[in-house]
């Protein structure tokens, strides 16, 4: 069964640089795309980007010039890389997956709460 | 960016109640379309791709259908476990989006 962890701080200034980590076990990395979502709190979902395991990459037009989404195969671990953080970044971060594409996502991250903060 | 509408924003049911949730998009997505399922301080779980692909495990009280712009999601029989917020998803046209979210309360 695929499981995916997000790690990273919980708390981060205002104008920082935001890093998570997304660790994927339970079947193999290679072939599939990686996708992260985030949910402001009490709010909808917003799709961030997706990277393919090759490197690949699509990012929200919203958020392209401060994201960037890399992978590392040999790790099995892939990444969010957000800057020039503001408060409308608090959200909590799930990275996701499915084995079909990168169009909808049967698996998720329990998800990580990340406040913007001074 | 493909813009997605869900009505009602909540809908206030009964066990045993039959509910519909729609969901609009600003152009054509059909059949690109998904819908989850999500309760407080979990992840969204998907109950349906394409449309009106029930994913394995979903009971089959859950159906989709839809075309074009406008999708529903229809639950046949609301059972105690079926009470959280639901959101439609396009992936028709990048970026992804999703509709605003529908909560299903008692």
């Known amino acids: 069964q695929v499981q995916l962890q997000e790690s990273g701080p919980g708390l981060v200034k205002p104008s920082e640089t935001l890093s998570l980590t997304c660790t994927f076990s339970?079947?193999?990395?290679?072939?599939?795309?990686y996708t992260w979502i985030r949910q402001p709190p009490g709010k909808g979902l917003e799709w961030i980007g997706n990277?393919?395991?090759?490197?690949?990459?699509k990012y929200n037009p919203s958020l392209k010039s401060r994201v960037s989404i890399s992978v590392d195969t040999s790790k099995k671990q892939f990444y969010l890389t957000l800057t020039s953080l503001t408060a409308a970044d608090t959200a909590v971060y799930y990275c996701?997956?499915?084995?079909?594409?990168?169009?909808?996502?049967?698996?998720w991250g329990q998800g990580t709460l990340v406040t913007v903060s001074s | 960016d493909i813009q997605m509408t869900q009505s009602p924003s909540t809908v206030s049911a009964s066990v045993g109640d039959r509910v519909t949730i729609t969901c609009r998009a600003s152009q054509t997505i059909s059949p690109w379309s998904a819908w989850y399922q999500q309760k407080p301080g979990k992840a969204p779980k998907l109950l349906i791709h394409r449309t009106s692909i029930l994913e394995s495990g979903v009971p089959s009280r859950f159906s989709g259908s839809g075309s074009g712009t406008e999708f529903t999601l229809t639950i046949s029989s609301l059972q105690p476990d079926d009470f959280a917020t639901y959101y439609c998803q396009q992936y028709n046209t990048y970026p992804w989006t999703f509709a605003q979210g529908t909560k299903v309360e008692i």
């Open positions: 990277i393919y395991y090759n490197g690949n990459t």
């Open positions: 996701v997956n499915s084995p079909w594409g990168p169009y909808y996502f049967d698996y």
């Open positions: 339970g079947g193999s990395i290679n072939g599939n795309y």
